[in-house]
């Protein structure tokens, strides 16, 4: 089963106004981290935000802001004031557990967002 | 402070060859693990490596190994590559194996022909 989400494959919004891309996730976990990330064409994952399970504020990053609603499984990235250059593929991925004997980082498909002019 | 630094950037290999790709994490981290991209199965685990230990490890075939050295840098290697291995690799370094903050590479591009 998919654990993380991510339903639209490509976005478009107009420069200057807020987006929003959704993630929902899948977890039996108590314990887990939800990011995004940020990859222009050059290939570098870059990270925006992160939330953890149990963070009772929603995360913000400057421009980005993440929608945590746990009951509904979904972390949304909501970007405002949108630039050219946010132009890029954004990916939510989740880290279950803090187990000493490691972790990794499960990735959705990704969206392609596209800022216009 | 310096970022991950991956190298080379670009690789062309020839089927059946071995590669290794090198991953210099940020300084004080000690906690590298590897992903690999490619456009029909997005972005996978491959291992994580703290403390010179492989602590995880993803589902693939023993053809792809790792290693990390006493300074945290870390190595993977493929050997008998397959045009299959065609991807971006990607390597992430945290502090610790609880931290949550992964810290990207840009990448190895890796083409097998």
Redesign the interface.
């Known amino acids: 089963a998919q654990k993380i989400t991510q339903t639209q494959p490509g976005m478009f919004v107009q420069e200057k106004e807020a987006v929003t891309l959704d993630c929902t996730y899948d977890t039996s976990d108590p314990s887990y981290?939800l990011?995004w990330?940020k990859q222009p064409s050059?290939?570098?994952?870059?990270?925006l935000i992160?939330q953890?399970s149990y963070d009772q504020q929603n995360a913000t990053e400057g421009r980005y802001s993440l929608n945590f609603q746990k009951a509904r499984k979904s972390a949304n990235l909501v970007i405002s004031a949108s630039q050219l250059g946010d132009s890029a593929m954004y990916?939510c991925?989740m880290?279950e557990g803090?187990?000493?004997?490691?972790?990794?980082?499960?990735?959705?498909?990704?969206t392609q967002l596209t800022v216009n002019p | 402070k310096a970022g991950v630094t991956q190298t080379p950037r670009y690789l062309i290999k020839t089927r059946g060859q071995q590669v290794t790709l090198s991953c210099s994490p940020i300084s004080g981290h000690r906690s590298v693990?590897w992903?690999q991209q490619t456009p029909g199965q997005?972005?996978q685990?491959l291992f994580?490596y703290?403390s010179e230990t492989q602590?995880?490890k993803?589902n693939f075939p023993g053809r792809f190994s790792g290693r990390q050295f006493s300074n945290s840098r870390s190595e993977m290697n493929v050997s008998t590559l397959e045009l299959g291995d065609s991807a971006?690799y990607?390597c992430?370094s945290r502090e610790d194996?609880?931290g949550?903050?992964?810290?990207?590479?840009?990448?190895t591009?890796l083409t097998v022909v």
């Open positions: 981290g990011f990330y050059s290939g570098e994952m870059i990270f992160y953890g990916f991925a880290r803090q187990s000493v004997s490691g972790s990794r980082l499960t990735f959705g498909e990704g | 693990s992903y997005g972005l685990f994580e703290f602590r995880n993803g971006l990607l992430a194996q609880t949550s903050g992964y810290t990207f590479g840009s990448g591009r």
